[in-house]
Nanobody
Framework: QVQLVESGGGLVQAGGSLRLSCAAE????????MGWFRQAPGQEREFVAA????????YYDDFVKGRFIISRDNAKKMMYLQMNSLTPEDTGLYYCAADTGLYVSTRLHDYDYWGQGTQVTVSS
């Protein structure tokens, strides 16, 4: 079992930056792919970024590519999302997730463990 706890959300002006963190408790995450998803009010949860177990492969949705950077530190059981050039469209509840599958997935339903989310609000 893995428990995931997100932190680092908050209110920021458009153009600003935030760094989200995801702390894992329980088993090691070194064999798990991990990802970030977000959910805006009234919208479905959507993929943001994912990272392979080694950190060697990363994937981004087109709307964040070039602005967000996903990373991880397996020794510390942590994952991060550096978010730059934020826009109001980035507002939402950001979730950390872990996947026990063999391959990195961008699909919501492939992920086995989820955190409770951290709120990001970007003002215009």
């Amino acid at each position: 079992q893995v428990q995931l706890v997100e932190s680092g959300g908050g209110l920021v002006q458009a153009g600003g930056s935030l760094r989200l963190s995801c702390a894992a408790e329980g088993r090691s995450i070194s064999t798990l792919s991990m990802g970030w998803f977000r959910q805006a009010p009234g919208q479905e949860r959507e993929f943001v970024a994912a990272i392979s177990w080694s950190g060697g492969n990363t994937y981004y949705d087109d709307f964040v590519k070039g602005r967000f950077i996903i990373s991880r530190d397996n020794a510390k059981k942590m994952m991060y999302l550096q978010m730059n050039s934020l826009t109001p469209e980035d507002t939402g509840l950001y979730y950390c997730a872990a996947d026990t599958g063999l391959y990195v997935s961008t699909r919501l339903h492939d992920y086995d463990y989820w955190g409770q989310g951290t709120q990001v609000t970007v003002s215009s």
